[in-house]
């Protein structure tokens, strides 16, 4: 795309027009703020701010009329390379402000970092979304005390330097106020970089893919090594190959590596009920098992970096059944997501273990998954065209025929 920043500002005007953002604002910023008491001996002083509001581009021109005494701000926050600031006017600028509503929009700017934002804790969209894009020489976001994003959209790309993204708080995010009011929940986040090494930290890894309704659409780069421990839970790191069995420690909610069960380690499996993500993968072959009914708790796997499937389950001569009870999301780049292989006929003939991945786990641009090279479509219409008492869902099916029969005979 020749020049997103104009696609975007398109976008914002042809929106829904139900949506009214000077309203947003005034609903927002309108009210008195308390700026500071003053006691003389005759007199109290009190500095009220009626206008945390800002409109317009932020330059060496209109730097005078931005509110930045305000701690929560309402603008169409959005700087280019034509903005003729250093980062040390930006930083003094937006000193105190810890709320933005409206929107923030860097875009081709020449700077380096985005910690002249580092005092931000919200970012509350209106019309527009959460964009850090094309900024040649950012190597890094660092935005540490951002916690909260309520934007539909956040979308950070083409920034050709970014090595980190340093946003280790930000673990909490909801749709912006116009498409909250067209009752549209989806969160899509786009992250990538070109930069050779760039990647995300575990930490922001789970809060990113533990957000309600995200799609996290784009994740470019891998998993930062080592994984870095939570401040709840435990991380453990697991193996480096897939021809290695992970020593299986007790507790750990986080495995990061690839968690790798074989007849050396299978009698232990039942510790990994405390895992909730592996950063990494799933790979279970060669064992005795009946079922995999022992990752209770796991809740997502991020596969991102690893060139192996999020999950690879084969040669397991009596498996015939599985149980993820809470796995919600499973995301990976590339490489097929999920993959069952020479396991007991059980998982091709019922085509609802397959399923059970296809309908609820995708990200976007993930590879369907495979059973015994079949894809669940593939499943279901040999399914369909077996007997029919092969399976209890088509028993309505059986109770039709029978009183075809019964009909004939009558
Ligand atoms: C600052 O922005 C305003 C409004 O877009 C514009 O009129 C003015 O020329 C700009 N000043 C500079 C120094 O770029
Ligand atoms: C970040 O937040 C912490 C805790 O609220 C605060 O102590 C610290 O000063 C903030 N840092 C910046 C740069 O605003
Ligand atoms: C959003 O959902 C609420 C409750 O489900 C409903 O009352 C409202 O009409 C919906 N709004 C739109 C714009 O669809
Ligand atoms: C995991 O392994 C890395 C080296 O690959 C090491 O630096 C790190 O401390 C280990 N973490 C744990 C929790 O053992
Ligand atoms: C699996 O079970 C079979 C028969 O029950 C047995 O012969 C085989 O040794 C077992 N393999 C492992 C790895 O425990
Ligand atoms: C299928 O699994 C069995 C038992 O684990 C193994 O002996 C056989 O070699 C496997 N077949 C293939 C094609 O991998
Ligand atoms: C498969 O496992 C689930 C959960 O443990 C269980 O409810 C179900 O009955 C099992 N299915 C079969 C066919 O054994």
Known sequence: MKNPF????????????????????????GKFTLLRILITKERMYIFLDASCIFYGDLNSTTIGSFPSSCTTICARLGIDNNCDLSKNQLML??????????????????????????????????LADFTISYNPKMEEIGMTNLTTIKCSLIDIHGNEELKK??????????????????NKTGIEINID????GFCITSVEMYNFINIENVNLKKLGGGICEPGIQPSSGKLCNASH???????????????????????KNVQNVQKLSSVEIIFGVLYIENTNLTTIDFLQNLKYISALGYGYPAITVQNNPYLSNFS?????????????????????????LDPKYCSFFEDQLGQGGWEKPKFDGNSCYTLIQEANTRPPYKFAKNLDLIIVVLFMSIAQIL
Do not use: W
């Not at 600028?93 to 933005?100: A, D, R, T, Y």
């Not at 897939?242 to 007849?263: A, L, R, S, Y």
């Open 241 to 263: 190959n897939v021809d290695e069995e992970t020593e299986i420690q007790d507790g750990c909610t986080q495995m990061f590596g690839k968690v790798v069960i074989n007849p």
């Open 165 to 182: 993204l340093n946003i280790p708080n930000l673990n909490y995010a909801s749709p912006s106020a116009e498409n909250l009011e067209a």
């Open 93 to 126: 600028v937006f000193q105190n402000m810890k709320h933005l509503i409206g929107s923030l929009i860097l875009y081709r700017t020449k700077f380096t970092s985005a910690k002249f934002l580092r005092t931000l804790e919200s970012v509350e969209c209106g």
């Open 6 to 29: 104009l696609l975007a500002i398109l976008i914002v005007t042809s929106h829904c027009l139900d949506f009214n953002e000077s309203e947003f604002f005034k609903s927002k910023c």
């Open 193 to 196: 970089s070109e930069k050779y």
């Open 324 to 348: 993820f009870p809470n796995l919600k999301r499973i995301k990976n780049n590339g490489e097929s997501s999920v993959v069952f292989t020479n396991n007991t006929q059980e998982f091709i």
